[in-house]
């Protein structure tokens, strides 16, 4: 890494499918601290692309459990009467 802890790699834009891609490799994305399934933000300016991660969320504790939010429902209760009935055009074949 440079003094300023940024470092600058050679990449190639290259088809993939109808678009174009940039491919990150094992050792920009260890550097990045990035790995499969990653959030990242895109910014487009007029020098070019910058991406960087999305800032973690913090998982909240509900709580109650989905189980214990849905114990004792009906449809009744669930208002499942007052759903209006599906078109045949919104029914899948």
Known sequence: MTASGNLKLEATIQPWGNSLGLRITRPMC???GLSRGDRVLVEVSEQGLSVSRMPQRKQLD???SEAELLEGMTPYAAHAD???PLLPSEIGD
């Open 30 to 32: 260890e550097l990045a």
């Open 62 to 64: 509900a709580p109650l």
């Open 82 to 84: 007052e759903l209006c």
